[in-house]
């Protein structure tokens, strides 16, 4: 039954509740009243007709669930919680040759491959690039503004640092860019109607983004270079990835890297800016624990799923084999069993054991290092150019189903 607590129908996954808000306060009451419930959804509204899902809303849940593969599948019905209603099984079936949909032995293969590309020196490699290019995006965004200093945070700041780091960490030519970036826009926006993108726009670009990728893979098996798609797929003796497993990984990273961590940057930005005191703190001192408290306050992925194996039990409740479980990663990192104060933005919390990243286990995101070093590059180049910046405006949401996105923010630097 649905929790009693809550009004109903109520879904968290609803793209027309995520286009307004997160709904912290009813999560608030599902991890004090109902920490495991279920979730009805009518048929052929998800692209799951199996009347619903377990909503896991408190931390330890949803760190349980992450950290056993073996109880709780990312392959079974993909990590995605909510499709559009007319997807086919065949459709979300063929999205399991994208590593976030995989289990092990297969996941461990290619991840094992995959982190050649996101050890500590590969990451420091990237470090004066992306310091460079970090001052560049904002001063040009300085120079492009209205005539009162006014311009769009996340087209002009948030959107450019993550697409720079995904290109500059697989190799693709900066005239190239901008196609990266069209490419991942079109997958993840079918759901909001101001973009007017069909499911079928969206699996255009994506095929075409894999295309480019599978086409760059094949260039380093027929002339490696020093890069680290040559690490990649043509690594000799170390086990490799083939063209498609490379054009599929490309395109986890257009979403998973670029999305995310522009959404942190842009909710980064509006936190800082209506919390004064920690604008002027950050401003001042520059902490290290900055970057994970917007990370953990803005929760860039509300939630994903997993699927039971086996009957179980989670949370005093009885899951059935064949159950899917929402991991709500926005409401356990709000969990005050965990964090002190987990409505303040406080930028010097420590420690901050969020799940951001995910909960741990084989899908803990490989990019951490690569996006907290991302933030905490574009807002040390924010404060030396913007101590002043201020809001112009209230931000507009994107409708979908799991990721907690920005698609505008107005700011000004004119007083």
Known sequence: MPCPHLPEGF?????????SRVPHPEFARLRRTAPVSWCPQPPGTTGFDDGGYWAVTRHADVKYVSTHPELYSSRENTAIIRFNGHISRDQIEAQRLIMLNMDPPEHTRVRQIVQRGFTPRA????????????????EEASASGDADGGFDFVTRIAVELPLQAIAELIGVPQEDRARI????????????????????????AAAELIGYSMNLAAARK???????????????DEGNLSSDEFGLFVLLLAVAGNETTRNAISHGMHALL???????????????????EIVRWSSPVVSFQRTATRDTELGGREISKGDRVGLFYSSANRDPEVFENPEVFDITRDPNPHLGFGGGGPHFCLGKSLALREIDLIFGAIADTFPDLRLAGDPRRLRGSWLNGIKELRVSTGG
Request: glycine share 2%.
């Open 11 to 19: 879904d968290a996954t609803d793209p027309d509740l995520l286009e």
């Open 123 to 138: 990451i420091r490699s990237l470090e004066s690039a992306l310091r460079d290019r970090a001052r560049r995006i904002v």
């Open 181 to 204: 970036f069209d490419w991942s826009n079109k997958m993840v926006a079918y759901d909001d109607p101001e973009y007017a993108i069909t499911e079928e726009i969206g699996a255009e």
């Open 222 to 236: 027929e002339c490696p270079a020093g890069d680290i798609v040559t690490r990649l797929v043509a690594a000799e």
């Open 274 to 292: 209506t919390h004064p005191d920690q604008w002027e703190l950050y401003k001042r001192e520059r902490p290290a624990t900055a970057a994970d």
